[in-house]
């Protein structure tokens, strides 16, 4: 492979600002808004044109992360003022059809407009269309990230740094340590998408649920869709949306690192493809979906799991699995299940998640060599107990190596076990506020965020209704 040398060149720097937050999504928003919320001067910068990452751009929902089971609402803060604000919108169920805050339905293009007010009330400063492709470092601090947008290559100065874009970029550009995947071969859970499905007669589809069932895991095994079946039901159950004739299923899979441009181009093209070959399948076999048709594909495809920033502390899957309190060092909770979809992106018609139930012929190595490292069935004990709920330590979210850069959302310091539960959206919310206040807190302290004392965080989260 030959190479080229960049021409060194200077930038204009364009900003300069207290907190600059790398990338808009859940955890994104929330960051910049609690950051912003204590004094900050605050630069939200975004790859896309618009805010809510893949809760948005993903055609995601439901919201996952608020209470699981019967531990009711374990969340407050930034997350739930999100639901209040949707609420108004009729962008989610009023109170009384919350139930035990497990599932939260909402309309992932009113999210578009809710992230915008949050940051923007908040006093937060927005560059959208500005991708982060680089940093400038003095020794082990950040002096400035290096934006690339239409107007051509810029520098952003800040004294903090927090990195919510997913993939841990900025951390990566800094040489900050990460991990990828399960441990005996660095795979990662597979890339998918949800869909739009319009014109479907959901009664008629309700109705017919047992047929659907028996027709679609035939088709899976048979090889005649490229469908996974999912543990909640048929795409009819678990596409559920706000409106009565639409649904968005997670159907869709595609294995490859989310990081290389090759893999991503390959499950941009591939699970469209899939789309079309399954919502074909649907109207031409399952009672109700007669006159459906795709409304829509997500602006980006879905991606579960990339970097993990190894960070002070990390969440583990046993964490997730026994419930693991950490009230010294607690800065948010969770609750969701260790959530695994087969990193080698394959399915049938009776398994869905990479655990030990899986039945996808042939065998691969983790089931032969490392059965150990599987988590136990969903349907067993493979979640936090169903009125009870974890802690996430704050030095999940201080990268080992950095002097002003935290971490937060999808790429915090966690295993594979522990991200597979962190990863939900509201989970991604809480871990946003938390990064946001601490790194306020860390310059009105004049403190690096790793001497911060988490005390000092939780007593500023608890201050803004957060449980902690
Ligand atoms: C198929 C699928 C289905 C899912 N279903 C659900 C569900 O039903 N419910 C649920 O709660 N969760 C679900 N999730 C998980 C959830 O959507 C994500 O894990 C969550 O959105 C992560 O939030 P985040 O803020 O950490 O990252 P993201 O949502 O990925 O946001 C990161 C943001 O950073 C921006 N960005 C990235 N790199 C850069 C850069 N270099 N410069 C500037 N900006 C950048 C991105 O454009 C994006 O806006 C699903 C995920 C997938 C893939």
């Known amino acids: 492979m030959s190479t080229v040398r960049e021409p060194a060149r200077e930038l204009k720097v364009i900003e300069n600002v207290d907190v600059v937050v790398a990338g808009g999504g859940p ?69 009384a059809e ?32 500005a991708w982060v492709v680089e940093v400038v470092r003095s020794g082990d601090a950040i002096d400035a990230v290096i934006i690339e947008s239409k107007s051509g290559r810029q520098a952003v100065k ?63 095994d048979e090889k005649r869709i490229p469908a996974y079946h999912s543990f909640n039901g048929e795409i009819s159950e678990q596409g559920v949306t706000l409106r009565s004739n639409e649904i968005t299923p997670t159907v869709t899979r595609c294995p490859g690192d989310a ?113 150990d490292q599987l988590y136990d069935t969903l349907y067993q004990n493979n979640y936090p107990c169903e009125d009870n709920w974890y802690d996430i330590p704050y030095g999940c979210l201080v990268p080992q190596s950095m002097d002003n850069l935290l971490v937060t959302g999808r790429c915090l310091s966690a295993d594979h076990g522990g991200m597979a539960s962190a990863r939900v959206i509201a989970t991604c919310f809480a871990l946003g506020e938390a990064a946001g206040t601490a790194a306020a807190l860390s310059l009105a302290d004049n403190k690096l965020p790793r001497d911060l004392p988490v005390a000092k965080v939780q007593e500023n989260l608890r201050q803004v209704g957060v449980p902690l």
């Open 27 to 95: 955890a994104g928003i929330a960051a910049a808004a609690a950051s912003a919320r204590h004094g900050c001067k605050v630069l939200l910068l975004e790859r896309y044109g618009f805010l809510g990452g893949l809760a948005t751009g993903g055609l995601m929902g439901p919201l996952f992360g608020y209470g699981f089971g019967r531990t009711g609402l374990i969340l407050g803060g930034i997350p739930v003022e999100i639901v209040r604000r949707l609420q108004k919108m009729n962008a989610a169920p009023p109170e």
């Open 98 to 129: 919350l139930g035990g805050w497990n599932s939260i339905r909402f309309d992932p293009e009113s999210l578009k407009h809710v992230s915008d007010a949050l940051v923007l009330e908040s006093g937060v400063k927005l560059l959208l269309h």
């Open 158 to 220: 800040a004294k903090m740094f927090i990195d919510a874009t997913g993939d841990g970029d900025v951390a990566n550009f800094c040489g900050c340590k990460y991990t990828k995947g399960r441990a005996p071969d660095g795979r990662m859970q597979s890339m998918g998408t949800k869909f739009k499905i319009g014109g479907v007669d959901m009664k008629k589809a309700m109705a017919n649920l047992a047929e659907e069932k028996k027709r679609v895991n035939q088709a899976i």
């Open 259 to 371: 990081t290389n441009v090759y893999d991503l181009t390959r499950a941009e093209v591939n699970i469209r493809r899939d789309t079309l070959a399954i919502v074909d399948f649907y109207r031409q076999n399952i009672p109700g979906y007669e006159n459906c048709y795709l409304m829509e594909t997500p602006a980006v495809v879905g991606v579960r799991e990339t970097r993990q920033i190894v960070g002070l502390d990390i969440l583990t899957g046993t964490d997730v699995l026994n419930n693991r309190k950490r009230p010294a060092d607690t800065i948010a909770r969770g609750c969701w299940f260790i959530d695994i979809h087969c990193p080698l992106g394959l399915y049938c018609g009776k398994s869905n998640l990479c655990d030990k139930n899986c039945q996808i012929k042939p065998d691969c190595h983790m089931k032969t060599k490392h059965r």
